[in-house]
């Protein structure tokens, strides 16, 4: 595997579930991010992490929890979500945070999560 | 606060004409400036940055964006789209030592026969 990958590529799941998106980078970067992109709406960027720290944290509900167990690995936990929350999920990861030199991020194909 | 302006959400040209897709950023200090592209069902691709030095970016796919300082804006060209060009484009910027990237709203580009 090469680049940013992410599992599963579609799911669709129940207000009551709880499920996880998984991402995965190759690249030996330093930072992962979430982004939520939803239809007509700027990218969202939901969470940073930087050396398995989080460094950011954007107002995100608690129903979404990220978890970076490592620097290739980044988790976000899914639980409760609602209909509005259907959106693309993009992870991204960069060499160094965005306002470095090495900030430019590479994206992954993303989860399309649709909540019933 | 920072911010990014990409005016026209939609920009359609012929085969074959030229490419110019607008990108305007509110910044205090030189930023890092990037596009991206987006095909669909896809996740964002890199299509060139501008960090330092030359203000002439040449990217992949025969796209080039220029950096101009007094007009704050970062605008893509391609002398002749092709069809397989026809996606979004999003434009992005970020502020020295800050950790977040900025993004435009996107430009979604049509190529007609």
């Known amino acids: 595997e090469t680049g940013v990958t992410q599992t599963p590529r579609h799911l669709v799941m129940g207000m009551t579930n709880k499920k996880s998106l998984k991402c995965e980078q190759h690249?030996?970067?330093?930072?992962m991010y979430w982004y939520k992109q939803s239809a007509k709406k700027p990218l969202e960027l939901m969470f940073v992490y930087s050396l398995e720290e989080r460094v950011e944290n954007n107002s995100v509900p608690s129903r979404f929890s990220p978890e970076c167990p490592n620097s290739s690995h980044l988790f976000l936990h899914l639980h409760t979500l609602q209909p509005e929350d259907s959106a693309l999920y993009l992870c991204?990861?960069?060499?160094?945070?965005?306002?470095?030199?090495?900030?430019?991020?590479?994206f992954g194909p993303g989860t399309r999560l649709t909540v019933l | 606060a920072q911010s990014v302006t990409q005016l026209g959400s939609h920009v359609s040209v012929s085969e074959g004409a030229l490419v110019l897709l607008r990108c305007n950023y509110s910044?205090?200090?030189?930023?890092?400036l990037f596009w991206y592209v987006q095909y669909p069902n896809q996740g964002l691709q890199l299509l060139l940055k501008y960090t330092t030095g030359a203000t002439l970016v040449k990217g992949i796919n025969g796209f080039e964006a220029e950096f101009k300082k007094s007009e704050t804006s970062f605008h893509l060209t391609k002398p002749s789209a092709h069809m397989s060009d026809a996606a979004e484009y999003f434009c992005a910027v970020s502020e020295r030592n800050t950790d977040k990237l900025i993004f435009g709203t996107g430009t979604r580009l049509q190529v007609f026969p």
């Open positions: 690249l030996g970067h330093n930072a």
């Open positions: 991204a990861s960069s060499q160094d945070l965005a306002g470095g030199p090495g900030g430019e991020q590479f």
């Open positions: 910044s205090s200090v030189p930023p890092y």
